[in-house]
Every structure is written in C-alpha cells, then in structure tokens.
C-alpha cells in the first residue's frame, strides 16, 4: 500500500542519515585527535581499534541475525565518541611519559589499563542493561553496543599498543 512504501522510504532515508551521522563523527572525532595529538599519523593509528569494533560489531549483528534498524544504525556515532575516550587517556599518559618508547608504552598501560578496564565495564553493563527490556530495537541497541564497547577494549589494550610499536609515530608532547 502506500503507506507501507511511504514507511519504507522514511525508514530508508533515516538510516542513510545515521550511516553519515556516523561517517561526520568519525571524521571530526579523527581531526580533532589529529590536533590534540599534533600527528595526523598517530591519530590514524589511534582511530583503528575505534573503527574495526564497529565493523565487528556489524558483522555480529548479521551473525546473530539482527537488522540494521533506526536503533541498531544509531551504535557506530554513540559507540565511537564513547570508546574514543579510552584511547585518548592512553595517548595522553604515553605522551606524557619522557622514557624510552617501550618503557613509556609500559607505564602507560599501567597507568590507563584499570581505568580503561573499569570504563569498558561499566558502559558495557549499562548498554547490557537494556537487554532486560521487552522492547525489541532496544534490546538490539544494548546488546550491539555492548559487545562494540567490549571489543573496543580489546582494540586499545591488545592492537592499539602493537600498532604503535611496530610502526612508531611520533608520540612526543
């Protein structure tokens, strides 16, 4: 019917407005990481293990059969200027160290790690919280970002690190 196209298209049409939602934040959250880091290459680096867990967390979403939704499409903008944060607390204590590369590496992941851990937690059991609802695209919003934040951990404290040490920009303050 047409009301049922006239659904469609309005649906449609949001959606392609929160994929380039998604797609300004990450340009202005990685030109803004550019600028406070004062290196276009380490902000590259540092927007990967921010980038690969949405990519997963889409393919989660088509393994476990959720649909890309108005509440589903909405996880890559809030998930990205979320977890962004634990990889700039760890840039910033890196940054901040005037050792050795490996050592101020070192020092950094102590000195982040638990907060990071912590911060990861907590925003994953309050997005996980709303899987106890009954209310479907809320459900799949929690659940997605959920495991987007978790894998975002994964990223910052396990590929962030390696990235850095194997290609090593510059990180001086």
Do not use: K
Not at 127 to 141: D, E, Q, T, Y
């Amino acid at each position: 019917t047409l009301m049922q196209r006239a659904t469609l298209l309005v649906h449609d049409y949001l959606i392609r407005g929160q994929v380039s939602s998604f797609g300004w934040a990450f340009l202005v959250i990685s030109v803004l990481m550019a600028f406070f880091l004062r290196s276009i290459r380490l902000a590259a680096l540092a927007m990967l293990p921010n980038l690969i867990p949405i990519v997963l967390g889409l393919a989660f979403m088509e393994l476990v059969g959720i649909t890309l939704s108005l509440g589903t499409v909405m996880v890559g903008s809030v998930a990205t200027g979320l977890v962004v944060d634990n990889t700039i607390h760890f840039l910033t204590r890196l940054r901040a160290h005037r050792v050795p590369f490996e050592e101020a590496m070192e020092r950094a992941m102590q000195d982040t790690g638990r907060p990071i851990f912590l911060t990861t937690a907590i925003l994953a059991a309050g997005f996980g919280i709303l899987c106890l609802g009954s209310f479907a695209p809320s459900i799949n919003f929690g659940l997605v970002s959920a495991v987007v934040t978790i894998l975002s951990l994964l990223g910052n404290v396990l590929l962030l690190p390696a990235l850095l040490l194997l290609l090593r920009p510059r990180v001086a303050a």
